[in-house]
Each structure stands twice: as C-alpha cells, then as structure tokens.
C-alpha cells in the first residue's frame, strides 16, 4: 500500500463548478501538506501549503486537512478552463524531511 | 520560477552509457532533491542533499548516485543508463520549511 493514495482521475467537469480534490495517507506522522498544480510538460508549482489540522483559503482555491482520518482535499470554486492540469498532493513528517507525493488527479474544465 | 535551472532539458542516450543531469540553484536554499515522474507514480524521490557534500537516498536511489560540492550545485549521475530510467527527472529545493520548489524538469530517453 501506498503511503499517500490519490485518485488519478481524469476528472471533467464543466466550467463554473465546484471541484473536490481528495488524498488519503497513512502515515500519522505527516505535519506538512502541500497541493501543487502541474501543466502538461512544466514543473509542479506550489498552489497550498497548509501545517496541521485545518483549513486555508487563497482566493478560489481552499485546503483542508482532517488528521483525525487521515485525509487531504483541494476545493476549486468557479472553476475555469485554466485550473485544467494535473493536482499532486504532498505531505512531509519533519522540517526539512523529504515530500511524499500522491501519483497526482488530471482534471479538465470544460468551457 | 524560484531560480532553479535544470540543464540539459532534452536528452536522448544509449543503454549502458553514464548520463548526467545538473540542476544549478540562485536561492542558496540548503535543500535540493532529485525526483522522477512517470505515469501512474507521481513523483518519487531519487535522492536529496541537505548541505555540501551532505546526501542520502530516497525511495528509488537504485542505479543512480548524486554530488553536491557546492551550494548551488546539485548532480544527478546514471552510471550505466537502461530503459527502465527514461524518465522525466525533476530537480527540487527547500530551506527546510517543507515548501519544495521545483525546476522545469529533464526528459530523459534511453534507448
């Protein structure tokens, strides 16, 4: 079993909707959890980066981690052709600790 | 970009010939991480370094071994390149707060 779990999708969704972005772990050690967006043939960059427990939002986009069930998501409001890309979430357990990747959930926002 | 530049970004080789790939930072962060990304993976972790001449393993270190003698210089060394490491090869950098920045990325095809 993998340590971060995450569905590859494709995931299509029309332009304006909601999109929910979910990862699973198994390590209750993670403290760090990051979501990064990839375009096709670029490097990942860095959308959210949340320590612990909680929510963060930044504009449109708003991260949630629950470490009582082990489980991360990435909600996209008002989504737009843009957003379309490939989602990788991460997690670290220490500072400076190496990151741990989910295998990343291609979504494509239909206009 | 966050000053990270991955040379060469294109690289075609035979089986059983060494191959090097540099990454080269400007952000004097202290850690620089070498990942491979295939279909279905992710990003998985090669190596990564956390000083000068500082280095260790990560998940999939097998046939690959790294240098780092300076700062801002991190290389990743195939000693005797096979199929199974066509890749695409992502260097990455952190000051340790668990952030990882990453470069454009190197594809890499051994034939």
């Known amino acids: 079993q993998k340590e971060v779990e995450q569905d590859p999708g494709p995931l299509s969704v029309p332009e304006g909707a909601i999109v929910s972005l979910n990862c699973t772990y198994s390590?209750?050690?993670?403290?760090?959890f990051m979501w990064y967006r990839q375009y096709s043939r670029k490097g990942p960059e860095l959308l959210m980066y949340?320590?612990?427990?909680g929510n963060k939002e930044d504009g449109r986009f708003t991260a949630q981690v629950d470490k009582s069930s082990k489980y991360i998501s990435l909600f996209i409001r008002d989504s737009q052709p843009s957003d379309s890309a490939t989602y990788l979430c991460?997690?670290?357990?220490?500072?400076?600790?190496?990151?741990?990747f989910g295998a990343g959930t291609i979504l494509r926002v239909k206009s | 970009d966050a000053g990270i530049t991955q040379s060469p970004r294109h690289k075609v080789t035979e089986t059983g010939t060494p191959v090097t790939l540099r990454c080269h930072q400007t952000?004097?962060?202290?850690?620089m991480y070498w990942y491979r990304q295939d279909p279905g993976h992710g990003l998985r972790l090669i190596h990564y370094?956390?000083?000068?001449?500082?280095?260790d393993k990560g998940e999939v270190s097998d046939g690959y071994s790294v240098s780092r003698s300076k700062t801002e210089d991190f290389l990743l060394t195939l000693e005797s390149a096979t199929s199974s490491q066509t890749s695409v090869y992502f260097c990455?950098?952190?000051?340790?707060?668990?952030?990882?920045?990453f470069g454009q990325g190197t594809r890499l095809t051994v034939v």
């Open positions: 370094s956390y000083g000068v001449k500082d280095t």
């Open positions: 390590n209750s050690a993670f403290q760090y």
């Open positions: 990455a950098i952190s000051e340790g707060t668990s952030e990882a920045f």
């Open positions: 949340t320590y612990s427990s």
């Open positions: 991460a997690m670290s357990g220490e500072y400076g600790n190496k990151l741990v």
């Open positions: 952000e004097n962060h202290r850690y």
